[in-house]
T-cell receptor
């Protein structure tokens, strides 16, 4: 079946603009994660959705970052008033259920460049 | 291995050799560990996992070793192939649904 998809694959924007990044998880997966990966760095957790529960937003770096997940499927990560330090690869992952030993399946990422 | 600045540790091997990639994890209470492979321009891909009650686990051409005494994890790739060239990183999980990811090691396989 189809894996996790993300769009756009690349995004170049000007400082101060808002951007929206989209994630389509694997069908039937109830858990969805957003991560940020800067050059040469590990994955930085941003936000986590599990079913209809309130999302875990503990990783969001500032109030310029927000995310929503509509209908328990597609998720959108929004960055308002982008800054150059927001430039990174934004990765989405999904897993069948939430759990310590649940395998996360990653999408290809959106490469964001803020000029 | 750890790295400084933007440069990842790099392991260069010849095709056909065995590769060993190391990872030092931080939390002695972590009970689940995962190795991921990330090829250029792609998202991370699950390779193999191991629980803290195990010392070794084998997959197809890959073996993960866990040494809890020194908080060390290694990934062994047998008969390394050019298609194995990628960044490999480990993740640790401590009774949480959010793993902690390492920075990764770049594996370069020369034909």
């Amino acid at each position: 079946g189809a894996g996790v998809s993300q769009s756009p694959s690349n995004k170049v924007t000007e400082k101060g603009k808002d951007v929206e990044l989209r994630c389509d998880p694997i069908s039937g997966h109830t858990a969805l994660y957003w991560y940020r990966q800067s050059l040469g760095q590990g994955l930085e957790f941003l936000i986590y959705f599990q079913g209809n529960s309130a999302p875990d937003k503990s990783g969001l770096p500032s109030d310029r970052f927000s995310a929503e997940r509509t209908g328990g499927s597609v998720s959108t990560l929004t960055i308002q008033r982008t800054q150059q330090e927001d430039s990174a690869v934004y990765l989405c992952a999904s897993s069948l259920i939430s759990g310590v030993q649940e395998t996360q399946y990653f999408g290809p990422g959106t490469r964001l460049l803020v000029l | 291995g750890e790295s400084v600045g933007l440069h990842l540790p790099t392991l260069s091997v010849q095709e056909g050799d065995n590769s060993i990639i190391n990872c030092a994890y931080s939390n002695s209470a972590s009970d689940y560990f995962i190795w991921y492979k990330q090829e250029s321009g792609k998202g991370p891909q699950f390779i193999i996992d191991i629980r803290s009650n195990m010392d070794k686990r084998q997959g197809q051409r890959v073996t993960v070793l866990l040494n809890k005494t020194v908080k060390h994890l290694s990934l062994q790739i047998a008969a390394t192939q050019p298609g194995d060239s990628a960044v490999y990183f480990c993740a640790e999980n401590m009774k949480s649904y959010i793993p902690t990811f390492g920075r990764g090691t770049s594996l370069i396989v020369h034909p």
